[in-house]
């Protein structure tokens, strides 16, 4: 803060400063303004949240603002809903109208401080709340890659934030909740990253070294990627060439780690018993999904139709 202090050439103490000390003040950044006011909020203790942004037809941002999230008041449409489901969350906007503004500058190619309101109507935080406000809580990078590497070695994630906690110092030391660590631990797990994708097409790629017979098939999306795979080995395609006059396929409703429905294709033989014709792991369940499920199953069994087939839908 007192490198910003210094570089904006204010000479006041943060929880000083008032609408006069600001306006007029240049920043070399948007990200530079907004951890002024993220570090400025921190020290008087409120909650902040973006508000207003416009830019130009060159990508710039011209007008940009900030307000403490008990600003203004919830729109009535959220609060009259006829088709509510819950409950509304309880109100903690209470009309305050305190506001960052910056505006771009085409002379100076900067951003200058428009509007700078600091007075509040509500009770501020205390320190000991600190770390509980909203735009305050966030886990660190280091942190959250240690996170994924404990938990592959097996550790729960109460025993990582305990770890965490101990690290730190205290648990109000550590910059988030343990709520906050199980939401990024778990948005890390939704997905298929690059990482799952490669290993997944490394393994198919090395099971024709020894069935020769296997077939794997799969899409990507204009980012590069998967969104949809199929695959079946030799013993399965030999299968469905003995046992092939019906077919039944249904998806397992995103029960693996990747939240990606599997569909599982499947007959049976003349015993009764089940026969597994093939696996796809789709994106989602729309009828062009089931369309290219369907083209590459047959041509994995060299175009053989079944002479029924159940689906459930």
């Not at 509040?120 to 240690?146: G, P, V, W, Y």
């Not at 299968?239 to 294709?265: H, I, W």
């Amino acid at each position: 803060m007192r490198k910003l202090m210094e570089s904006t050439n204010i000479g006041k103490d943060p929880s000083d400063l008032l609408e006069e000390d600001m306006v007029g003040v240049e920043f070399k950044s948007v990200e530079e303004v907004e951890s002024f006011y993220h570090i400025y909020s921190k020290i008087i203790v409120f909650s902040v949240r973006k508000n207003q942004c416009r830019k130009n037809q060159a990508g710039i941002v011209t007008t940009r603002s900030w307000c403490c999230l008990n600003e203004g008041f919830r729109r009535t449409k959220y609060i009259n809903n006829p088709n509510r489901v819950r409950e509304p969350r309880s109100e903690i906007r209470i009309g305050y109208r305190a506001m960052f503004r910056v505006c771009y500058s085409k002379i100076t190619k900067l951003w200058v401080v428009k509007e700078f309101r600091a007075n509040h109507n509500h009770c501020m935080a205390t320190d000991m709340q600190k770390h509980f406000l909203r735009s305050h809580r966030k886990i660190s990078a280091t942190e959250l890659e240690q996170a994924k590497l404990l938990k592959i070695v097996g550790m729960k994630t109460s025993e990582i934030w305990n770890l965490f906690v101990h690290q730190n110092g205290g648990w109000d030391k550590v910059g988030c909740t343990k709520k906050d660590l199980y939401n990024s631990l778990a948005a890390g797990r939704r997905g298929v990253d690059d990482l799952d994708a490669n290993t997944t097409l490394t393994f198919l790629q090395s099971k024709l070294d020894i069935d020769p017979e296997f077939f794997y098939e799969y899409m990507v999306d204009e980012e590069s990627r998967l969104t949809h795979l199929f695959w079946a080995d030799g013993a399965s395609r030999f299968d469905y060439e003995l046992f092939g006059d019906s077919l039944a396929f249904d998806s397992t409703y995103k029960t693996n780690r990747c939240q990606m429905p599997l569909v599982v294709l499947v007959g049976s033989n003349n015993h009764g018993m089940t026969c597994v014709f093939g696996f796809a792991l789709i994106q989602n369940e729309t009828a062009e999904t089931y369309t290219w499920v369907l083209q590459k199953f047959l041509e994995c069994t060299k175009d053989k139709l079944p002479e029924t087939m159940v689906a459930d839908q």
